[in-house]
């Protein structure tokens, strides 16, 4: 079975802040791919990044990185100087395969940033 | 691209009705998803189906849902009779084969009073 969690429900900083939101997954699979979202107040879910798991590369992407450690089983994200359009939840996800396999959530980490 | 439709946005029946959700897939996608989130469950998969097949179904929370796939292009998500504990954002999803980036409808926000 899979499982995906994202241990910090609610996190708060202030503008210009690092955060780092944790995801913790769990699956048999020697293949999958790892995913987050972000779903500002709107509410629309927004695709941010993939990783398969046979690439550990971390990725940065402007102000945003991601951190892949196999060893823990780990897909962690850091905003650096976040701002405040920032704030959303965020869900980590993952899949057995290929695009057409469904994702499985984490609950989400709300992320506020205050001005 | 218009992207994954939803519609309707927002639904408010009363318990008892039928209620039926709608999605239309990015054409060309072979994948389509359907999702729910609620506050207690967070975003839970109810259905799946490739090439207008579906695939697991085992997330339908009971017999009073039922979806549809009739065609490349159209998606239907029911629920009949509506329940107070129903109320939640139903999200479609599709993709296409190998992609691996599942595009989100907007979601229809249902309430059941």
């Known amino acids: 079975a899979q499982k995906v969690t994202q241990a910090q429900t609610e996190i708060s900083v202030v503008e210009k802040e690092d955060v780092t939101l944790d995801c913790v997954y769990e699956t048999r699979d020697t293949t999958y791919y790892l995913f987050w979202y972000k779903q500002p107040p709107s509410g629309e879910l927004v695709f941010l990044i993939r990783r398969n798991s046979f690439d550990e590369q971390n990725e940065i992407s402007g102000r945003y990185s991601w951190n892949f450690q196999k060893s823990t089983s780990s897909f962690n994200f850091t905003i650096t100087a976040s701002q405040v359009v920032d704030s959303a939840v965020y869900f980590c996800?993952?899949?057995?395969?290929?695009?057409?396999?469904?994702?499985?959530f984490g609950k989400g980490t709300r992320l506020s940033v205050i001005a | 691209d218009a992207g994954v439709i939803q519609s309707p946005r927002h639904e408010v029946t009363e318990m008892g009705q039928e209620v039926t959700l709608r999605c239309k897939p990015i054409s060309g996608h072979n994948s389509l998803f359907w999702y729910r989130q609620t506050m207690m469950r967070g975003l839970e998969l109810l259905i799946y189906f490739n090439n207008n097949v579906p695939i697991d179904d085992s997330g339908m929370p009971e017999d009073r849902f039922s979806a549809k796939m009739p065609n490349a292009s159209f998606s239907t998500l029911k629920i009949q009779p509506s329940e107070p504990r129903d109320s939640a954002v139903y999200f479609c999803?599709?993709?296409?084969?190998?992609?691996?980036?599942?595009?989100f409808g907007q979601g229809t926000r249902l309430t059941v009073v």
């Open positions: 999803a599709s993709n296409l084969r190998d992609s691996f980036e599942a595009f």
């Open positions: 996800a993952l899949s057995a395969d290929s695009g057409n396999t469904p994702l499985v």
